[in-house]
Structures are given as C-alpha cells and as structure tokens.
C-alpha cells in the first residue's frame, strides 16, 4: 500500500519560510518522479514542484519559481520542499504524491489516482 505522510506545515509571516517533509512507504522514489502540490480552500488542487526519480531534474509552478526548492533523499524515501519568502496566496494544504508527468507546464498524476494523504497546512498572515 502507497502511503505519504507530509509534514512541516504550520504559521507564518508573509517573507517567511518553512521546510515540508514527505516520508514514503510502499513506494520507491528509483521508481518514479514525485511531486508537491497544493489546494487553497474553494480552489482545485494544483500541482506546485516536482522532481525526477533521479534527483536530476526539477521542476516549479511559476508561481513559485525562485522561492521554493525541491530535493529528496532517495535512502530515506523522503521529497522536502523549502519554502522561502512565503506569501499569503500560499496558503494551501500541500500535498505529495506519486508518479507524475508535467504537460503543458503543468504537474498532473494520473486521473485514477487515490493515494492522496493527508497534507499539511501552509498558512501565511500577511
């Protein structure tokens, strides 16, 4: 069974910075690319980084771009995502998961997917 367990959520000033955790199981980051996403109240779920299953390539959101970074340790099956300079229209639950394809600038998993965890809450005051 695939599970996520992210971490490192929490309250914020706007310039602010927080560092996410993802653990894994079930599931091998040699496998596959991971990505972070997130999901603001009344907004669907967007996808804001991801990285490949080597650690070689990245990718953001360009919302993002500059402010955050995605890295992962493959021997502790865990994707981190630092955040700096935080702003209010961060504010979302974020979300791992796995595997991922970005198309036409955007991160998506695949339609059936259903191994969601619970997030983490990001909150940035202003």
């Known amino acids: 069974e695939v599970q996520f367990v992210e971490s490192g959520g929490g309250l914020v000033q706007a310039g602010g910075s927080l560092r996410l955790s993802c653990a894994a199981s079930?599931?091998?980051?040699?496998?596959?690319?991971i990505g972070w996403f997130r999901q603001a109240p009344g907004k669907e779920r967007e996808g804001v980084s991801c990285i490949s299953r080597s650690g070689g390539a990245t990718y953001y959101h360009d919302s993002v771009k500059g402010r955050f970074t995605i890295s992962s340790d493959n021997t502790k099956n865990t994707v981190y995502l630092q955040m700096n300079n935080l702003k209010p229209e961060d504010t979302a639950v974020y979300y791992c998961a796995a595997p991922v394809a970005v198309v036409a600038g955007q991160i998506f998993v695949p339609p059936t997917y259903d191994d969601w965890g619970q997030g983490t809450q990001v909150t940035v005051s202003s």
């Open positions: 079930g599931f091998t980051f040699d496998d596959y690319g």
